[in-house]
């Protein structure tokens, strides 16, 4: 298994492009999240899918839209990048959305740079 | 709501010796707790996990970690540091019902000096 991958490694935006973010998994997991990172911040969620079809807002998801048309694939799309959306993205998965054993496991992140 | 806080953002010890990770957390509901450490240039990785049960929660690479209720704290011990330990720590906790929407503290940055 290839685990949680993400592409791009590093991106630099000018202020008002759009890109997406890419995030898949090959271990049939159900669950899914987009978290940020910031200095002094730790992670805050963005967004989060429990499955096909079904996503929600997470603490911080102003600028940001998902969708989760496969179990696999769960994009994060910046429709306007601003300076503030600097940051560097992690995606996570397990294989349950309420599982009390479930184990989160994270990607190696993308870090991105709006100018 | 949830909140984590990690009380130092940096920790520098020596090799060998014994280091202790501070968190505190606040929640109206029972939460469980987790402690990850993040490598330079990767992706967090699961250190150990309170689900239930036994307070003291033993991990990989040697950490352990102790619940205490009563002081709502998680705080993350290893006996002797080595210089391979240096990473950025992360206490987190998730409520027990609903979605797995992890709660971050601010990380502490733990460095070992030979």
């Known amino acids: 298994n290839a685990g949680v991958t993400q592409t791009p490694k590093f991106q630099v935006l000018k202020t008002g492009q759009s890109m997406t973010l890419q995030c898949a998994q090959d271990?049939?997991?159900?669950?899914m999240s987009w978290y940020r990172q910031d200095p002094g911040m730790g992670l805050r969620l963005i967004h989060y899918?429990?499955?096909?079809?079904?996503?929600d807002q997470g603490e911080v998801p102003n600028g940001y839209n998902v969708s989760r048309s496969t179990t696999e694939d769960f994009p994060l799309r910046l429709l306007s990048a601003a300076p503030s959306q600097t940051s560097v993205y992690f995606c996570a998965s397990s294989y349950s959305w309420t599982g009390r054993q479930e184990t989160q496991y994270f990607g190696p992140g993308t870090r991105l740079l709006v100018l | 709501a949830q909140s984590v806080t990690q009380l130092d953002s940096q920790v520098p010890v020596f090799e060998e010796a014994p280091v202790e990770l501070r968190c505190n957390y606040s929640?109206?509901?029972?939460?469980?707790l987790f402690w990850y450490v993040q490598y330079p240039n990767q992706g967090l990785q699961l250190l150990l996990k309170y689900l239930s049960g036994s307070t003291l929660v033993k991990g990989i690479n040697g950490f352990e970690a102790e619940f205490n209720k009563s002081q709502t704290s998680f705080h993350l011990r290893k006996p002797s540091v080595h210089i391979s330990d240096t990473a950025e720590y992360f206490c987190?906790?998730?409520?027990?019902?609903?979605?797995?929407?992890?709660?971050f503290g601010q990380g502490t940055r733990l460095t070992i000096n030979p």
């Open positions: 929640s109206s509901v029972s939460v469980y």
């Open positions: 899918s429990v499955g096909a079809g079904i996503t």
């Open positions: 987190a906790v998730r409520i027990i019902q609903g979605a797995q929407k992890l709660v």
């Open positions: 271990m049939n997991h159900e669950y």
